[in-house]
């Protein structure tokens, strides 16, 4: 395993933030930031020849190398490997003398004395994936080493970010970072890509949009599918060179459209993430196939809320509605209130087509313009959603509770309801606003409870970061006409606390059914503590606006605390956005480790069927357990987990590109216009800004700050002017001009007008 010291320093030293750089290097960044190349170029596509063949001529550097092998154990002298290579002239020296010192940094040959070299030896191989660093090197991450070892990109094989790779390890000379040779790679993570056709007179070449790709991709005349010069592509790689100086050769497998247009622009980010175009026919009929009748037989085994009042919450443009509340008073004065959710697995059978599907998606992705669903549009909107004044099955869990959120008694099973009202958000929020409206009483008695709930959550540790949510307001063709911010009020809490209520009950209730090692086999959501390095780096970060976070303290406490004094400040988002990275990524997994967050020792998600994986398997262990059954096999959903996890963080990045994508898009039509801003990131390459109004973020390139020179001082996330002293940091008002923005890169350049106040 990689010790936690060397992971936390590369995150701080070397790693690229998420905004997608390809550099790594001294930075201190926050926020989500730009997708830069780092500075790297393409070359000119006139000058590029297509794949070659031919013998492989020797380079002088393999000539060296290949003198030492013929003699392993020898020790010889720069004036010997003269001697053997018959070098007589001053030039062939100097060179054989660097190539020597280029074979010692390499790890190749040992430096015995000041002028004796031998062949290195002593050489591990490991199998590790690779972590892409920028156009000269990667990373592999090993756990066969404690630190990860670099390779240059000569040396990689054409490996890309996710690949499994077996590496030769070269030791270390003085102490140095480990480097290495990828030998083979064994598992590639990705065939198809994403990028820009530029086409020349019988040939193109795709440039990749995904920032982590070092090379272009040859493509030959028959293999152009119809693109045109300034087209959005998917390429799949047919060949990989076996030669570092040639590129991969591929086939045009779908064209988008011209760069820069929404249809072409939201399928290459579906494409880049790998996400699906379509529903196989195959699914799409079995999913037409199933019988939207429910039988006498089916209601019988079920328990019948049809006659309790029931109604939906969802935002006004849902077409899936997969959880519904009913509410009735009890004799005792107590409410029943019960958390009903689309029985999806009563529809989707463990060795079906559907199900097989529904793995493999994991998640629905909700990009900016349209929703990608984990099952077809007959389940997702139709027979399981939760549509008024129809009935439908469904999975519930169902609380005693009396006005003050006290839990009495609790039921969880399979049941039948009749929604008598689909609510939006807005509407629901009316209804508590003015206490008028059809169910008005309802929603208020519900909206009562809801947050005598979350006030005893809050009390016992729940943290109350709540994560800025961008929205936009789009023409028909796709195009931006305003950004947002989506308002959370008490309509949205309402829901969340019901829904947090059936999570946290469901995982309770599997968790306690066994004792010790015999706990039964459950799907967990957990969220660990916070990172302590990076909660005292944050802590730094919010001193530097004046506020004190405790690290020694009680870390809830003090992280609410943080929030009530930043609320409607400029600083607010940036803040929360950084205190959120200090924490650990919730997960999935069948360890019931708990949820920091939310301050639950157990949790699961239950209510959300519809859209996620882990949900429908919490239905089937759950309902396995009702029945009676034996704890079910652990390593099969460890595997499920661990799948569910890794798609939800790739439609998370995927959502992400396509806001950013519409960001700079919106921005574009902004060229000129000024806004008060905040830095939100600092590296050696420029700064981020994060503009106020719109929650857009752009660079300010040090490139481009004509009054001086400036230098990063990363331990004190700023920059300073070598002549003027002119200090900028991390976490200052400033006023910047839109300089340009870039859909391509999805790049916003601004300018900097003015620093209005410092922290």
Known sequence: MRSKKDKNSRDKDNRSSERGSSRRGKEASAGRGSSTRGGSSRRDSSKREGPKGGKERKTPKTIVLESFSNSPDTVFTQRQIFRRLGIVDQKGRETVADLLK?????NKLLLVDDDKYMLNLRVQIITGKVDLANSKYAYIVSEDMEEDVRVFKEHLKYALDGDLVKVEVL??????????????????SREELVGIMELSKNFGFVVPDFKKIYFDVFVGEKALSGAQAGDKVLVKITQWPDKPDKNPTGEVTRVFGPAGENEAEIHSIMAEFGLPFEFPESVEEEADSISEKITAGEIAKRRDFRDVTTF??????????DDALSIQKLENGHWEIGVHIADVTHYVHTR???????????????LVDRTIPMLPERLSNGLCSLRPQEEKLTFSAVFE?????KLYEQWFGRTIIYSDRRFSYEEAQERIETGEGDFAEEINILNGIAKKLKDKRFKNGAISFETTEVKFKLAEDGKPLSVYVKERKDAHKLIEEFMLLANKKVAEYVYNLGKGKKRPTMVYRTHGAPDPDR???FSIFANKFGYKVDVEGNISEELNNLTEQIEGKPEQSVLQNLAIRTMAKAKYSTEP???????????SHFTSPIRRYPDMMAHRLLQHYLDGKPSAEKEEYDTRCQHSSEMEKRAADAERASIKYKQVEFMKDTIGNQYKGIVSGVTEWGIFVEIEENKCEGMVRLSDMNDDYYDLDANNYRIIGRQSKRIISFGDEVLVEVKSANLNDRTIDLELIKTLKQH
């Open 312 to 321: 939906t919450i969802d935002p006004a443009d849902a077409k899936d509605f």
């Open 171 to 188: 030791p270390t000379v003085h102490g140095g970072r480990a480097e290495g040779i990828v030998l083979e790679v064994l598992q590639r």
């Open 535 to 537: 909660l005292s780096t």
């Open 352 to 366: 079906s087509l559907l199900e097989k599907e529904a793995f493999h998606r994991a998640t629905s992705v909700y």
């Open 593 to 603: 480790e708990g949820h920091f967050g939310l301050a639950f020792a157990h949790y």
């Open 102 to 106: 280029t074979l010692v940094r390499e």
């Open 401 to 405: 509770l009396d006005d003050d959120g």
